[in-house]
C-alpha cells in the first residue's frame, strides 16, 4: 500500500515551482473542533477586548500585522503575562535589528514556565529509547528541584549574565538545569552529546561559561554511547569554567575528580527565587550550523520568549493543563527549546532519549504509551518510519507538527492512512533564528498534502523577487518586514550588529531575509522549496531542491539524494545528482533512467540532472540539514577547510568523500 501511495499523491510543478493545481485537502476541521479550539477561545476574548469581529485565522491575522504592537500586548494580557516593573512602549520605533519591546518591562521566564502546572500533574514523562519505561516528574517535583539547583548555582557564585553551559542528552537533567539557569538570571547554551569535542568547544568557548554540567553518555541505536572523553576535553579547552557538574545518566561512574555531582544539586531545599531581568536580557544562545567558520550564536530574551511561547504553544499547539507535547529531538536543536514552553501552559512535555529508529517505530510507540495529545517531529523520522515499512501503534494524537524540513506530498498520506485519519498535520517552519514559527497551520485551516497552512499572527511576511517586490504564486524569497519580539536581541560577540545586518538584513535594509525559496499561494497556504542560498538555477529557471527530495527520496531503491547546481565558465551549468542507493541496490543504469523519467514526467525536463552519482552518504548538519552550500563550494574548487566546519557535520567521512570527488573532477 505504501508504495502505491507514494506514486498517487506526488507533488507536480510548473517550472517556476508553482502548483499547477490546488491539492485536494486530506482533512477538514469540524465546527465542533474549531469551536472546542484554544484558537477560538483567544478570538472569542479578542472580540470582547477590540470590539469587534474575528470570524476566523485569517481575520486575527491581517489585524495583527495591521497593528503588531497591540497584538503583541493582546497575547501579554490574555495568557497573564507578569512584570514585576511596568512596560513604558510596547516597542521602539527603530528598524530591525535595533527594535526593542516592553521597554522598562521586567520579568523572568522560568517563572512563567512553572507557575501554572498542577502539583499532581506529569510535567516531564521522560522515556528512553529501547521500550523502557517512563519516569514522570510532576510539576511539584520539577519546581522543587528547580528551586534547589537554582540555590545550588548562586552558592556557587552564579550571577545575572553569567554563562552556564551544558552538554546534555534530551533528559530531565537538561530542563532542570535550564529552567534554574534562567531562574538566576544567567545566559543558558547547550550542545547534544552527539556532537564531537571540537564542535561543542567551537560553541560553548565562545559563550565563557563559568559552569559546565556534562553527562557521562547517551543511547543510540541500542548502544551506551561514553562521551567521558569528550568531557574531559571540555574540561581542558574552557578554562573559563569554575564548576563541573558530573550527569551520571549511562554509566554508574563516581564524579571525575574536582566534579560536583547531579545529586548535589538537587540535595539541599530552596525557596523558589526568580531574578527579576530586562525584557531584553539574554536568556539562551541558540547556534545555527556553522557549516564555515565558528556557528553562529544567537542571543534569546526572557521576555521575546516569553511571548512566543505564549503565542505558539498555547494558540498553535492548541496546548491545554493537563495535556502533553511529545517532540523528537535533540537538545542541540531550537525543538527542544519550544517544546519546553508548553509547561508555560500547565501542560507536561514527553522527553525521549534515543534513536528515532530503535525499532523503526519507536516515536509513535512512545507518543501512543505515554497518551502525547501533540506530537513535534522532523519531516525526515517520518520519512524514515514510513520507507521502512513499519505500522506505527493508533494513538490519541489531535495533531502533528512537522518541522525541519518541508514534509514530502507521500508523507502527508502515510500519516493519515498510518497514525490517525482525524489528526491535523500541520507543517510549519521557522527554527533557531526566532526559537519558534513564521508560517505553519491553525484550527482553521485544512490539511492539503505538500502545502503549509499559512502565516501565524503578528509574522508579517512575504516572498519578494530580486527587485523586493512582493509575489503571490511565484517564488521568491522569504522575508519579514516587521519585528518579532522573538527575534535575536543580538549575535553573540557581535556588539555592533555587524554580523546580525549581515545575516538577516544586507540584502534589504529593515527587511528580515530568511533565506528560504517559497511560494506564498493565492489561498493563503504556501510551498517552501528549499535554501535560496542553494538555489538551483537552470537555463533561467529557478528549482527547488526540496521539489527533487520530494520526488525522489521516496523511492524504494534509494535512501537519500542531494542536488546541486553549479555555474560554470561561458554560461554553462551543470546540474548533478548524488544518490544513496537502499541496501541491495545500486545506482546502475535502470535506476538512473527510472530517475530521469520519474523527474521527466512528475516535475519537468529541466529537472533532469547532467549527471547521476552513486555516493556513500549525503552529509548533514548537526540539526539534520542537507550540507548543500558546502558541498556546492568544494564542487566550485574551494578547500575542505574552507568550504565547511568539519565539527559541524554528522558525518566527517562522507564530507570527505564529496571533497575527494570534487579534487577529481577537477584533475
Same mark, same amino acid.
Given at each position: 500500500?505504501?508504495?502505491?501511495?507514494?506514486?498517487?499523491?506526488?507533488?507536480?510543478?510548473?517550472?517556476?515551482?508553482?502548483?499547477?493545481?490546488?491539492?485536494?485537502?486530506?482533512?477538514?476541521?469540524?465546527?465542533?473542533?474549531?469551536?472546542?479550539?484554544?484558537?477560538?477561545?483567544?478570538?472569542?476574548?479578542?472580540?470582547?477586548?477590540?470590539?469587534?469581529?474575528?470570524?476566523?485565522?485569517?481575520?486575527?491575522?491581517?489585524?495583527?500585522?495591521?497593528?503588531?504592537?497591540?497584538?503583541?500586548?493582546?497575547?501579554?494580557?490574555?495568557?497573564?503575562?507578569?512584570?514585576?516593573?511596568?512596560?513604558?512602549?510596547?516597542?521602539?520605533?527603530?528598524?530591525?535589528?535595533?527594535?526593542?519591546?516592553?521597554?522598562?518591562?521586567?520579568?523572568?521566564?522560568?517563572?512563567?514556565?512553572?507557575r501554572r502546572g498542577a502539583d499532581a500533574d506529569a510535567a516531564l514523562v521522560c522515556v528512553r529509547e529501547g521500550g523502557t519505561p517512563a519516569r514522570e516528574i510532576t510539576f511539584a517535583e520539577l519546581r522543587r528541584s528547580v528551586a534547589a539547583a537554582a540555590g545550588w548555582l548562586r552558592r556557587a557564585g552564579v550571577r545575572p549574565g553569567d554563562r552556564v553551559g551544558a552538554y546534555l542528552p534530551n533528559t530531565e537533567h537538561a530542563v532542570i538545569a535550564c529552567l534554574a539557569t534562567a531562574a538566576v538570571g544567567a545566559v543558558w547554551a547547550c550542545c547534544?552529546?552527539?556532537?564531537?569535542?571540537?564542535?561543542?568547544?567551537?560553541?560553548?568557548?565562545?559563550?565563557?561559561?563559568?559552569?559546565?554540567?556534562?553527562?557521562?553518555?547517551?543511547?543510540?541505536?541500542?548502544?551506551?554511547?561514553?562521551?567521558?572523553?569528550?568531557?574531559?576535553?571540555?574540561?581542558?579547552?574552557?578554562?573559563?569554567?569554575?564548576?563541573?557538574?558530573?550527569?551520571?545518566?549511562?554509566?554508574?561512574?563516581?564524579?571525575?575528580?574536582?566534579?560536583?555531582?547531579?545529586?548535589?544539586?538537587?540535595?539541599?531545599?530552596?525557596?523558589?527565587?526568580?531574578?527579576?531581568?530586562?525584557?531584553?536580557?539574554?536568556?539562551?544562545?541558540?547556534?545555527?550550523?556553522?557549516?564555515?567558520?565558528?556557528?553562529?550564536?544567537?542571543?534569546?530574551?526572557?521576555?521575546?520568549?516569553?511571548?512566543?511561547?505564549?503565542?505558539?504553544?498555547?494558540?498553535?499547539?492548541?496546548?491545554?493543563?493537563?495535556?502533553?507535547?511529545?517532540?523528537?529531538?535533540?537538545?542541540?536543536?531550537?525543538?527542544?527549546?519550544?517544546?519546553?514552553?508548553?509547561?508555560?501552559?500547565?501542560?507536561?512535555?514527553?522527553?525521549?532519549?534515543?534513536?528515532?529508529?530503535?525499532?523503526?517505530?519507536?516515536?509513535?510507540?512512545?507518543?501512543?504509551?505515554?497518551?502525547?495529545?501533540?506530537?513535534?517531529?522532523?519531516?525526515?523520522?517520518?520519512?524514515?518510519?514510513?520507507?521502512?515499512?513499519?505500522?506505527?501503534?493508533?494513538?490519541?494524537?489531535?495533531?502533528?507538527?512537522?518541522?525541519?524540513?518541508?514534509?514530502?506530498?507521500?508523507?502527508?498520506?502515510?500519516?493519515?492512512?498510518?497514525?490517525?485519519?482525524?489528526?491535523?498535520?500541520?507543517?510549519?517552519?521557522?527554527?533557531?533564528?526566532?526559537?519558534?514559527?513564521?508560517?505553519?497551520?491553525?484550527?482553521?485551516? =485544512?490539511?492539503? /498534502?505538500?502545502?503549509? $497552512?499559512?502565516?501565524?499572527?503578528?509574522? !508579517?511576511?512575504? %516572498?519578494? *523577487?530580486?527587485?523586493? +517586490?512582493?509575489?503571490?504564486?511565484?517564488?521568491?524569497?522569504?522575508?519579514?518586514?516587521?519585528p518579532m519580539p522573538s527575534m535575536p536581541v543580538h549575535l553573540w560577540n557581535d556588539p555592533d550588529s555587524t554580523r546580525y545586518t549581515e545575516s538577516y538584513f544586507d540584502t534589504w535594509p529593515g527587511v528580515w531575509r530568511h533565506g528560504d525559496w517559497v511560494t506564498m499561494h493565492a489561498d493563503g497556504s504556501i510551498s517552501i522549496h528549499g535554501r535560496s542560498d542553494s538555489t538551483l538555477n537552470r537555463q533561467g529557471v529557478r528549482l527547488g531542491s526540496?521539489?527533487?527530495?520530494?520526488?525522489?527520496?521516496?523511492?524504494?531503491?534509494?535512501?537519500?539524494?542531494?542536488?546541486?547546481?553549479?555555474?560554470? =565558465?561561458?554560461? /554553462?551549468?551543470?546540474? $548533478?545528482?548524488?544518490?544513496?542507493?537502499? !541496501?541491495?541496490? %545500486?545506482? *546502475?543504469?535502470?535506476? +538512473?533512467?527510472?530517475?530521469?523519467?520519474?523527474?521527466?514526467?512528475?516535475?519537468?525536463?529541466?529537472?533532469?540532472?547532467?549527471?547521476?552519482?552513486?555516493?556513500?552518504?549525503?552529509?548533514?548538519?548537526?540539526?539534520?540539514?542537507?550540507?548543500?552550500?558546502?558541498?556546492?563550494?568544494?564542487?566550485?574548487?574551494?578547500?575542505?577547510?574552507?568550504?565547511?566546519?568539519?565539527?559541524?557535520?554528522?558525518?566527517?567521512?562522507?564530507?570527505?568523500?564529496?571533497?575527494?570527488?570534487?579534487?577529481?573532477?577537477?584533475?
Open positions: 500500500m505504501l508504495v502505491t501511495v507514494r506514486r498517487l499523491y506526488v507533488r507536480t510543478m510548473t517550472p517556476s515551482g508553482a502548483t499547477p493545481h490546488e491539492p485536494d485537502p486530506l482533512w477538514t476541521p469540524t465546527q465542533a473542533r474549531i469551536e472546542g479550539s484554544a484558537l477560538r477561545a483567544f478570538l472569542d476574548r479578542l472580540e470582547e477586548r477590540e470590539g469587534r469581529p474575528f470570524p476566523d485565522h485569517d481575520a486575527l491575522h491581517a489585524w495583527s500585522v495591521e497593528d503588531v504592537g497591540r497584538f503583541w500586548l493582546s497575547v501579554v494580557e490574555y495568557f497573564g503575562v507578569e512584570f514585576s516593573a511596568p512596560w513604558t512602549e510596547v516597542r521602539t520605533a527603530e528598524e530591525m535589528p535595533r527594535t526593542r519591546w516592553f521597554t522598562g518591562a521586567r520579568l523572568n521566564w522560568a517563572q512563567h514556565l512553572l547534544s552529546p552527539d556532537f564531537g569535542a571540537d564542535g561543542t568547544i567551537g560553541r560553548l568557548a565562545q559563550l565563557e561559561p563559568t559552569v559546565l554540567i556534562a553527562a557521562d553518555g547517551y543511547h543510540w541505536n541500542g548502544r551506551e554511547i561514553d562521551r567521558g572523553d569528550v568531557v574531559a576535553q571540555l574540561r581542558a579547552n574552557l578554562p573559563t569554567v569554575r564548576h563541573v557538574v558530573h550527569v551520571p545518566y549511562v554509566f554508574d561512574r563516581p564524579a571525575p575528580d574536582g566534579a560536583t555531582p547531579w545529586s548535589e544539586l538537587l540535595a539541599t531545599d530552596a525557596p523558589a527565587e526568580f531574578e527579576q531581568v530586562e525584557f531584553s536580557h539574554p536568556l539562551w544562545v541558540l547556534f545555527t550550523s556553522g557549516t564555515t567558520g565558528l556557528p553562529k550564536g544567537l542571543v534569546h530574551g526572557h521576555g521575546g520568549i516569553t511571548l512566543e511561547g505564549a503565542k505558539w504553544a498555547g494558540l498553535y499547539a492548541g496546548m491545554r493543563p493537563g495535556e502533553r507535547m511529545f517532540a523528537f529531538t535533540s537538545t542541540g536543536w531550537a525543538l527542544w527549546n519550544m517544546q519546553v514552553d508548553t509547561l508555560m501552559h500547565g501542560a507536561g512535555i514527553v522527553l525521549y532519549e534515543g534513536s528515532p529508529g530503535f525499532p523503526a517505530d519507536a516515536v509513535w510507540e512512545v507518543a501512543a504509551r505515554t497518551e502525547a495529545d501533540v506530537m513535534l517531529i522532523g519531516a525526515a523520522v517520518i520519512t524514515a518510519t514510513a520507507n521502512s515499512g513499519a505500522v506505527p501503534p493508533r494513538n490519541r494524537l489531535r495533531h502533528v507538527m512537522v518541522s525541519g524540513s518541508a514534509l514530502p506530498p507521500a508523507g502527508y498520506h502515510w500519516i493519515m492512512e498510518n497514525v490517525g485519519d482525524d489528526l491535523r498535520i500541520d507543517s510549519t517552519s521557522g527554527g533557531t533564528d526566532i526559537s519558534g514559527a513564521f508560517v505553519g497551520a491553525n484550527e482553521y485551516t =485544512p490539511v492539503r /498534502a505538500g502545502r503549509i $497552512g499559512g502565516v501565524l499572527a503578528g509574522v !508579517d511576511c512575504a %516572498a519578494w *523577487d530580486e527587485d523586493g +517586490k512582493p509575489v503571490v504564486d511565484a517564488v521568491g524569497d522569504l522575508v519579514i518586514t516587521q526540496s521539489d527533487f527530495y520530494d520526488v525522489l527520496d521516496t523511492l524504494p531503491e534509494i535512501t537519500e539524494t542531494l542536488v546541486i547546481g553549479l555555474e560554470l =565558465p561561458d554560461d /554553462a551549468y551543470w546540474l $548533478g545528482l548524488f544518490v544513496v542507493p537502499a !541496501d541491495g541496490h %545500486a545506482v *546502475d543504469d535502470e535506476l +538512473k533512467q527510472k530517475i530521469v523519467t520519474t523527474l521527466r514526467t512528475r516535475l519537468t525536463n529541466r529537472h533532469v540532472p547532467d549527471e547521476i552519482v552513486q555516493a556513500p552518504a549525503v552529509p548533514h548538519t548537526l540539526s539534520g540539514k542537507k550540507l548543500e552550500v558546502p558541498i556546492k563550494k568544494l564542487l566550485s574548487g574551494r578547500p575542505l577547510e574552507k568550504a565547511a566546519n568539519i565539527a559541524s557535520v554528522d558525518d566527517p567521512d562522507a564530507l570527505r568523500w564529496y571533497a575527494r570527488f570534487a579534487a577529481e573532477r577537477t584533475t
